[in-house]
Each structure stands twice: as structure tokens, then as C-alpha cells.
């Protein structure tokens, strides 16, 4: 194998990796934590509270020694060779500085029903569904269970190996609206994804010794045959893979399992899981939203954030290519948004993340030539596809592959178009730093966040809901959040083609009861002097010809220039039952190269409306009950008599 990584001089990587022994690095001192070795990194840039925390899991998962990030390039560089001995990453030699990494298969997504919530009851961490009913929004474990959990899998986890303590930042590091977490891990894996996807290292342990709160998230690959730690190239224990969040105590717990979702800790555990129980104590907002700039011809300059379930497209749109002449969307991010009124009343968002972990296929020059151009340096590829000329391929890449080059799937065997299955996994991921999106926001790591004008919802919905409706206030608003419905997605354990409720994209990633999570979004109508408008939108209609009504991707610039409008308190909206949608020759088609149907996409045909309403009904009913807001029922009860009177 070629060199293709230079080898940092004064590290011996491979006997740092060696069982039971270590050589002295570059920092030259000796020191130990619990008495076992710390083979990188400086002990004493650990606050007490975050070396109190080390020490514990050091004491519980007996690692053979300690490494504790400072995010340099070396750092980096070593952890790569590490990985690439063990064969957990090969190169590709096509790009600059990107890397392949393949799962155990039976690794490869978030496991949503190993996935608990953990509070002194059952109530403060999910609603009562009906008797005889299993609910969908999320799992309880008591603090008895979760320490049985956590003893049962965690001592000695990590005997053998190295942990690695991540300090990382969700957010600019320093910015009031950031938080910071520590990690600590047996992966390396999770420590290079983890240096993309947040600001990862000394910059975040210098800023704890000024403020010392932070997050504790413990993770390990786990040990699948007790106390043998195997040399695969991806260990795991997909058996007992448990994700526990105490909010209480600012705790994740997170064993068995290498990837994405279940390991990178700062992501969907604390930025929304956490990150929600801490918004509520603190009266802000932890959201599944993509926060996107948008300047119009005038040079005025707007941001909106928007929830949808997968597969909608959600990185497409934070990464728009308006149709529209003269406007230009910029990106601030594409996953989560932390969301806090200001003094003067106003909605700021920042972007908690570094990075974008997205689903690469269907991620092409055609869907997402900006992702595109995102991606090929600096990435670490996760379950793709890779090409005899050292590239990578994923289904949706058929034409940017050149001729003669032969593929390899995801599971390492020979691929070609009459295999039968996909070549890259359907799950499979970019991990890539959003500094290097063309189009990343000037204001993206503005410690003061963004100012948001627009909320969007939205949804896969093939019959019944127009391309945009506006809603008629703020609490309409978040009922249209709360009912949030998607054709399901394969990327989740929940498969097949029907319609499911997603409230606020946020169904697997509620850090608390559904129900008092709605009622602290209608309470934020009262800290906010700047509402933003709220809408729904729906790429996704089909007509009678089974065809997509609406030709979506750059041409949903139209759409967001009539919202943009709307922000601005134009009058260029028509009231109906379901809420505000574009007046006669308001949503702007000049120039458009397909015919679109306007009366059939903005229909709203009443069988279809009077049903919607009723699966609504049964949902709230039989998930939540109780702990919905009245407010929310009122919501659905007017929205049911409009429907009988005016459709
Ligand atoms: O991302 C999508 N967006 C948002 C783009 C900013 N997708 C892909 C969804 C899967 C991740 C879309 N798919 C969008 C969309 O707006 N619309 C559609 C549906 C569609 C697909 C293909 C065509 C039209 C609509 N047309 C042709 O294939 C020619
Ligand atoms: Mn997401």
C-alpha cells in the first residue's frame, strides 16, 4: 500500500496500539488517570468536574490507556493510521483527504428501539397512549434500569483498548447559545467524526475553564464475547446496543453500537434529545430544522428553518439552486436548529453543528450539485460504494461514472447494475465539515445566531395537501407541526409505503413528553415580539397520472419567494379551510420549463380533508391523550369545521 498519509514523526502509532503498552509522545510528560496511562493529550487542561468524569468511566470501562483529544492535525493523522491498520477505513486516493469506512452490517442506523429516555416517571418522558395501544414517541427506562443497563454492559468494555476523551462544542465555541459536551469513547472512529461534526479539542476545554458546565456522554463499541476485545475492523455488540439520555443529570450512555446516530453523541443525543429538556428548562428551542439564507432580487437578505421527516430532501433544500433570477440561497445548516428569542424579541438560530452527516444516495450533481461539491475532500464516507480508481459510488451517481471502472458494494463484493441490490448501503453517509459548502452562510458561526422570519413544515404527501398554505397564527402553527404526516422512509427501522406521523420531524428525538413539548412551543409565542409566520409545504403531490405535480428542487424558489413575501406582510394570500395559500398569479411561474396545474396542486378536495383530520383525531386520541394542549384540540376542531363548512 502506497503512503498516503504522512506519518506523524514523533508518534508511534502502533504501539500505542499495542495491548498493555504505550510510548511516551510528544508531550513528554508521564501522567495517569486512575493509574492508567494518558498516552496523548494533557490532564491537566481537564477541568476538575470533566477529569471527575474521566476518572469514573476510566475506573468503569478499564481501558489500557487514555487519550485525550486536542483536535490538532496530528491527532488526526494519527488516528487515521490507527484506523487504517486495523482496516477500519480504507483510503481513497482519488480525493484529498477522504476516507471509506464499512460497518459491521449489522450496524448501520440509528436503533430507535434500544433507544430510552430516563426519568423518575414514565410521564415526564412520554404520553400515556390508550389502553391497548404502543406508543410511538419515544421509550422510558427508570433510573433502576438504567443502571442495571449500564452495569451489565459497561465494566471493562473497554480493556485493551484506548479512550478517547472528545471535548467537543454543539455550536461556535464561546457563543451564548452553544453548549459543550464531553465524550469519552473506545472509537476512533467516532473521535474523526466527531472532529467534522463538531468543534472538537483544546478550544473547548480552554472555554470550560471559564464556564464549567458541559454535557457527559459516554460511549463503547462494546465487547461482544465478554472481556475478549476482538481486532475487527469494526467492533460492536449490535445485541445489546443500548442509547440511554438521563436529562436530570446531562447524561448519554450509548453501547454497542459504532455509528452515526448511536455514537456520534454531540448529533441527535445531546443537540436534540438533551438538547430539547434543556431548551424547555431554559425557554428556548432544540429542533430537527435546516436553517437556509435567502436574498431576493433587492439584495434582502432572509433566513427560514425547516422540519421534515427523511427522505424529503431536507440537505437539497439547505443547499437550494434557485431557478428564480436574481435570488440566491446560502446554507447555515442542514439538520438541527438551536432557536432563542433575543432582548429585542427577535428568533436566532445557530447551527449547533460543524458538519453534514448525510445520506449519500439520491445525492448527485442533478439533485445536490452543491453537496456535491461539498463532499469530495476532507470526508469520511461511511457504508458507499468504491470504484477500482479509488473513488466512491452510490446509487443516484450513475452519471458522473466513468468508463471501465469496476465497483465495489458496500460489503465488499464485486457490483455491477444487474447485482439486484443497491451498491452502496441505503443509509450510507457523508461525514464532511460544512465550512467547505460554496454556499455556506457568511453569518454561519455568528455567535448571535441568525434571525429566522420563516418556520416551514412539511411532509412526503402524495394526495390531498397543496405545494404551500400558510398558517393563520401561531398556534395553528404548531398544530400544523404537531400533525405533521410523511410516506415513511427506508432509513429507519420503520419501513413500507405509508403515511406516518412525524410531528415536528422530532418523533424519534422527543427529549421529554410529546405533549408538554407542544406546550412549550405554544408558550413561545409570548417570548417573542417577531413571530416568525409559519407554513407547510408538500414536494411531493402526485396526480391522477401518478406523476409528481411539482418539479421541485431549484424551482421551490418560487415557493419560498411567495413565503418570502409573506414574511413581509404582502396581501398576496387567499384564506381557506386549511390556512392561507397563494392569491391568483401570486405564486410567480414565469419562465417555468414544466406546466403546472394550479388549481389541481392547490385543491383541496373535502373527502380527503374530512379523513385527514379524523387520522389526526385517532393519533392525538391514541398517542398522546391527555398531555396534548386543549389548545391543540381546539386548533383541530375549528380546522374540522372548517373543512365541513367550506370545502
Ligand atoms: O430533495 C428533493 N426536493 C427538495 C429539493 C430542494 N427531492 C428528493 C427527495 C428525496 C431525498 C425531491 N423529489 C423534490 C424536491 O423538491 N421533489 C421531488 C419529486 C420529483 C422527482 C423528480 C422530478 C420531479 C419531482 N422530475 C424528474 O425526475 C424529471
Ligand atoms: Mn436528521
Redesign the pocket.
Known sequence: MPELIETPKQISASCLHQQGKYKQTNFGLYSHIRGTNVSYGDVNSLTPAVKAFVEESVALCQPDQVHICDGSETENKLLLKLMLEVGTIIPLPKYENCWLARTNPADVARVESRTFICTETKEETIPTPKEGVKGTLGNWISPADMDKAINERFPGCMKGRTMYVVPFSMGPVGSPLSKIGIEVTDSAYVVASMRIMTRMGAAVLAELQKQGDFVRAMHSVGTPANGVVERTAWPCDPERTIILHKPDANLIVSYGSGYGGNSLLGKKCFALRIGSTIAKREGWLAEHMLILGVTNPKGVKTYLTAAFPS???KT??AM?NPSLPGFKVECVGDDIAWMKFDANGDLRAINPENGFFG?AP?TSVE??PIAMKTVFKNTIFTNVAYTSDGGVYWEGMESSLADGVEITDWLGNPWNKSSGKPAAHPNSRFCTPAAQCPIIDPAWEDPAGVPISAILFGG?RPAGVPLIYEARNWAHGVFMGAAMRSESTAAAEYKGKIIMHDPFAMRPFFGYNFGHYVQHWLSMESHGKNLPKIFHVN??RKGADGK?M???????SRVIDWILRRVNNEDCFLDTAVGRIPAQNELHLEGMKDQVDLTEIFSLPKDFWLKETEDIKNYFDSQIGKDLPKEIYLELKMLQERIENEL
Not at 411539482?550 to 421551490?556: Q, S
Open positions: 427522505a424529503c430532501g437539497n433544500l437550494l445520506v439520491g439533485t445536490n412526503r414536494w411531493f409528481f411539482w418539479p421541485g428542487y431549484g424551482e421551490n
